[in-house]
């Protein structure tokens, strides 16, 4: 009898095994491109922040309307001077190795962040002088200076805590095997192939996950993500492309979602960064600039380089966003107005060259600015290069305009600061204007609101008329995935949350 | 014979030298800063900084040559610094996929261009010779990355017979390895086969039309044995050195087809490495087929010598 009894008992652990894994589940998420390295410090890739969406929690994520909620942090509270956040970390959180995430983790992965070789952190981080625990589950954060864009830098990747064991064991390899505090926990990646991620079984908020796996699949070619996602390889896919849209629309078996990016597309006008801005008219002269803006229909651009997917825009942040200056509106396109001004700058064919990456949609955009702007007078020639070429280029000054996208920041600080300031790194304008550097850093050292809106309208009044860069539209992140899904957030950064999401 | 090994031998390091100097030179040709590339959208320029030190960016092109030579001399050909892994390791992971990939496409080619190629030459000015040409057309005209999409579209999204992309190791799964290879492989082939159609009609029309097969027509010899025995036979010889020229070919040239299927493969590495200027990956994977390309050479060479005396006293 026992050993019928224990035979029966094996059946049924066999079946349960097998009902397990009938129901395990499998998330399958293609991506527009592979990857960098899976080190929060080292990462530099915006497909890469995807992935540690699942893998890597932070201290504070932002939600669908921007705002800052706690993540690792339970809650945090500034110093009346702002120059210390002091932040209560979560209680029974663990790292994917078991270890415990704690006051002394959190002040090893901010140090790490800012002091390793080759961190990408550490510019983010800058105003952080020094990172004191408080006791086991508080951490004091000390800046050199206020600093309001920092919790917003904290729920990018300059926040996420890896585990100090695991961190210093791998050294500089340690993106080649993460361990983090996230949902998921990395389990193999094949490079430009795929990235496996295993559900972490004591992650802190296990309740919202209900997948067992994600696989990662960098498919370069938006016609081949989708035709996976139409053959039921993929559950998920980011970037599909603006004109597979209305085909997919029709397709009950599929969803889509649209969230505006919080970044921008542009073209950078070279207005000091060489000797070229004082020899192309248009680097020259502001009211060569505003011909060429008044000369543009935003509207029409989007229309027919984008399809229609993406918002027009005229400023650093979209219009639906709480920091838009409102004072500075999108200006109508103006052709006798245009025509006008290049007459009183006395280059009524003003000619200048349009640099452009080979991208698809960046050479759609220089197409249509250049036969808009040839309606007011402008010669514009179209130099299709190579981006890692146009990088250099636009680095050395040598470009008249540059077609340019930013993939945006949660603060508008992120998308403002580096490329208006003086002799900034993405400052490829060589704009440079102490006026715009003041209110630029006044913007940063006041937490208010209120206050911050009014230096950003004051500074919109400035650079917009000065245009460094003309602001044309803001791209829709296009997801597309079953209609088995559920719970998506569509949160305006474009990284994937897994946390709520399920098949019905 | 072994004076002209050792002669075969010694000539090899000269050659591997001029070849390292001149991939490592002409990569430095190529505009764009690698550290700017690496450094990602924030181009913080302590990044840069120190990724130029990383990368030797701030010597003078000989010590950085030097320091890449040194390495290669020790079996160690660097690093990605986009993928943080050895590239000696990334090219042992890709280089069997791109080798399957084209084992399994000159399979292909020979099967369908070889037949169609007899067949269009024995039956000339049929029906089917105008048939296997047409398709022959086909095959040399069409796009890869086109038919790779129709493929897509019709056997993965339509039918659902096959995954429409990436890649399964044969040793996980050989069925899941074999449908993921096929569509691939048979675009690859398509085209090869095209040529090889064309050739082998070419082949055989002048094989056909030679005495000895006119002379065992006359001797009864069945109309089978004729074409399979006696013409292809003789017309293969130069079908077989156009398949091996093209089987190179494959390995270099499979880039846009693995791009098209996602198949993580030698082609995708190096065109990755280009556009993301991660110079050891790129400096590494040509110096590998640099040599592999030496290396045959000097198996051709070996095999004259051993098939003509001649050779080894010139």
Redesign the interface.
């Known amino acids: 009898m026992p050993k019928r009894m224990h035979q029966a008992m094996l059946i049924v652990a066999c079946l349960l095994a097998l009902i397990a894994s009938a129901n395990a589940q499998t998330l399958r998420i293609g991506l527009a491109e592979?990857p960098?390295?899976l080190?929060p410090t080292l990462?530099?890739?915006?497909v890469g922040r995807i992935v540690f969406a699942s893998l890597c929690d932070k201290l504070f994520d932002i939600d669908e309307k921007l705002a800052i909620v706690p993540q690792l942090a339970e809650s945090y509270q500034w110093s009346s001077d702002s120059k210390a956040l002091t932040i209560k970390v979560r209680a029974g959180v663990t790292f994917h190795d078991g270890e415990k995430l704690d006051a002394a983790a959190v002040k090893y992965s901010l140090e790490r962040h800012k002091t390793m070789?080759?961190?990408?952190r550490?510019?983010?981080l800058a105003p952080l002088a020094s990172v004191d625990v408080v006791d086991p589950m508080t951490v004091r954060l000390n800046l050199s200076a206020p600093f309001s864009p920092l919790l917003a830098q904290l729920a990018d990747r300059a926040g996420m805590i890896v585990s100090p064991k695991a961190a210093q064991a791998a050294g500089?390899?340690f993106?080649?095997r993460p361990v983090c505090a996230g949902p998921f926990q990395f389990t193999e990646r094949?490079?430009?192939?795929?990235i496996v991620l295993e559900r972490y079984a004591n992650y802190w908020n296990k309740g919202t996950i209900h997948f067992d796996r994600v696989v990662f699949?960098?498919?370069?070619?938006s016609?081949?993500r989708l035709?996976?996602l139409?053959?039921?390889?993929l559950d998920f896919i980011e970037r599909l492309a603006a004109s597979d849209v209305p085909q997919l629309k029709s397709d009950a078996r599929f969803g889509i979602t649209k969230i505006t990016e919080i970044g921008y597309q542009g073209i950078t006008i070279n207005v000091g960064k060489s000797d070229l801005a004082q020899k192309n008219p248009l680097g020259r002269d502001p009211r060569v600039r505003e011909a060429f803006e008044l000369a543009l229909d935003r509207e029409g651009i989007v229309q027919v380089a984008m399809d229609g997917e993406a918002d027009v825009g005229n400023q650093w942040v979209a219009p639906n966003n709480t920091f838009y200056a409102k004072n500075v509106p999108i200006p109508a396109r103006n052709l006798a107005r245009a025509k006008q001004l290049l007459q009183e700058a006395g280059v009524p064919n003003a000619s200048f060259t349009l640099m452009t990456p080979t991208t698809a949609d960046a050479q759609r955009i220089a197409q249509v600015v250049q036969a808009m702007a040839r309606e007011a007078g402008f010669d514009v020639k179209i130099q299709s290069t190579?981006?890692?070429?146009s990088?250099?280029?636009a680095?050395k000054g040598q470009f008249d305009a540059y077609v340019l996208a930013?993939?945006g920041r949660a603060d508008p600080d992120g998308n403002i600061y580096?490329f208006d300031a003086c002799k900034q790194?993405?400052n490829y304008a060589g704009y440079c204007k102490p006026g715009v550097d003041d209110l630029l850093n006044r913007s940063r050292s006041t937490r208010d609101v209120d206050e911050r809106r009014q230096l950003f309208s004051e500074l919109a009044a400035i650079a917009l008329k000065d245009r460094p860069i003309v602001y044309l539209f803001h791209r829709h992140w296009l997801w597309a995935y079953t209609s088995k899904l559920e719970g998506l957030r569509a949160v305006p950064d474009g990284l994937v949350r897994v946390n709520g999401l399920r098949f019905k | 014979m072994s004076t002209f090994l050792i002669r075969r031998v010694a000539a090899i390091v000269p050659t591997l030298l001029f070849v390292s100097i001149l991939i490592f030179g002409l990569q430095q040709l190529l505009?764009?800063?690698?550290a700017?590339?690496?450094?990602?959208?924030?181009?913080?320029?302590?990044?840069i900084a120190?990724?130029r030190e990383?990368m030797h960016l701030d010597q003078p092109f000989p010590v950085r040559y030097l320091y890449w030579l040194r390495g290669v001399v020790h079996g160690d050909l660097g690093e990605s610094l986009?993928?943080?892994?050895p590239v000696g390791a990334?090219i042992a992971?890709k280089l069997p996929v791109t080798l399957e990939l084209a084992c399994i496409a000159i399979v292909i080619a020979l099967a369908i261009g070889i037949p169609a190629g007899v067949v269009s030459a024995v039956r000339r000015g049929t029906a089917w010779d105008y048939g296997a040409n047409v398709v022959a057309l086909w095959g040399l005209s069409t796009p890869n990355f086109w038919l790779g999409?129709m493929l897509?579209?019709l056997f993965?999204?339509t039918l659902?017979w096959l995954?429409?992309?990436?890649?399964v190791s044969p040793f996980e799964n050989w069925r899941a390895n074999l449908a993921s290879m096929i569509m691939p492989a048979f675009v690859l082939g398509n085209a090869i086969a095209a040529v090889l159609m064309r050739h082998t009609r070419s082949a055989m029309l002048q094989v056909l039309s030679s005495d000895y097969v006119r002379t065992a027509r006359a001797k009864g010899a069945r109309e089978r044995d004729v074409v399979l025995k006696h013409a292809l036979r003789n017309a293969l010889i130069p079908i077989i050195t156009l398949g091996a020229l093209e089987f190179g070919t494959l390995l270099s040239g499979a880039v846009l087809t693995e791009?098209?299927?996602?198949i993580?493969g030698f082609g995708?590495?190096i065109v990755?490495a280009v556009?993301?200027?991660d110079y050891a990956v790129v400096q590494g994977v040509v110096l590998f087929t640099a040599t592999a390309y030496i290396m045959l050479n000097l198996v051709a060479d070996i095999a004259y010598a051993v098939v003509n005396p001649r050779i080894r006293v010139q």
């Open positions: 592979d960098d390295v080190d990462a530099r890739s915006f070789a080759g961190s990408n550490r510019g983010e500089d390899k993106g080649a094949v490079a430009q192939d795929r699949l960098p498919i370069p070619d016609t081949v035709a996976n139409r053959s039921g390889q190579e981006f890692a070429t990088l250099d280029l680095d930013w993939s580096s790194p993405l | 505009p764009g800063d690698p700017m590339v690496l450094a990602g959208e924030e181009r913080d320029p302590a990044v120190h990724l990383t986009r993928m943080q892994q990334l992971a999409i897509i579209l993965s999204v659902g995954p429409a992309s990436g890649y791009q098209v299927f996602t993580p995708k590495l990755d556009f993301n200027r």
